[in-house]
T-cell receptor
């Protein structure tokens, strides 16, 4: 089954404790992206990657890092989480060769930073 | 920068009522337009999309949307809503020069039985 998976689905952590949220897709998509969803603000893009070893900032990249060492994986790293990073995070992927540019979303990771 | 406005933040309807959710975007060039739905506790799913051609597009579950270029709008419609349509709906726009989607803030639809 074609899908985007994220782990963990729920995470409660404390300020300053480094964490990684993993994202993996099995559709051989070149493009992957991270969004955060906050009430009243919709989804905002954090980082995206056009292909392996190619990443770029989205609209709200501060406090986040990403890496793209393999095509299927695109982890999101919070080196020193802060309470304002409490949010619902979605990973998405799409194919560059597809004309539809449809993005497929993962199930989301709800992060709480205390 | 591209922006997307969804003016209805929370809509409450009775079953069988008609639905129209507004979406306006700011970019004046060529765009691709999408509506996504997020059911409670679930991830986003694509409802429908517009790339070119007939400005009236039909999606899944009886939804449709009309692209009006002169108004920079892409409103979502459904003639008769069901309780199962209770969800949050997001309009998204991609200008053809970028890969990223710009999302609206979402509209929460609550359908009462």
């Amino acid at each position: 089954e074609a899908q985007v998976t994220q782990n963990p689905r729920y995470l409660i952590t404390v300020t300053g404790k480094k964490l990684t949220v993993t994202c993996s897709q099995n559709m051989n998509h070149e493009y992957m992206s991270w969004y955060r969803q906050d009430p009243g603000l919709g989804l905002r893009q954090i980082y995206y990657s056009m292909n392996v070893e190619v990443t770029d900032k989205g609209d709200v990249p501060e406090g986040y890092k990403v890496s793209r060492k393999e095509k299927r994986n695109f982890p999101l790293i919070l080196e020193s989480p802060s309470p304002n990073q409490t949010s619902l995070y979605f990973c998405a992927s799409s194919s560059r060769v597809s004309s539809s540019y449809e993005q497929y979303f993962g199930p989301g990771t709800r992060l709480t930073v205390t | 920068a591209q922006s997307v406005s969804q003016h209805n933040h929370h809509v409450i309807l009775s079953e069988a009522a008609s639905l129209e959710l507004g979406c306006n975007y700011s970019y004046g060039g060529t765009v691709n337009l999408f509506w996504y739905v997020q059911y409670p506790g679930q991830h986003l799913q694509l409802l429908l999309k517009y790339f070119s051609g007939d400005p009236l597009v039909k999606g899944i579950k009886g939804f449709e949307a009309e692209f009006i270029k002169s108004k920079f709008s892409f409103n979502l419609r459904k003639p008769s809503v069901q309780w199962s349509d209770t969800a949050e709906y997001f309009c998204a726009v991609r200008d053809t020069g970028r890969r990223a989607l710009t999302f609206g803030s979402g509209t929460r639809l609550q359908v009462q039985p």
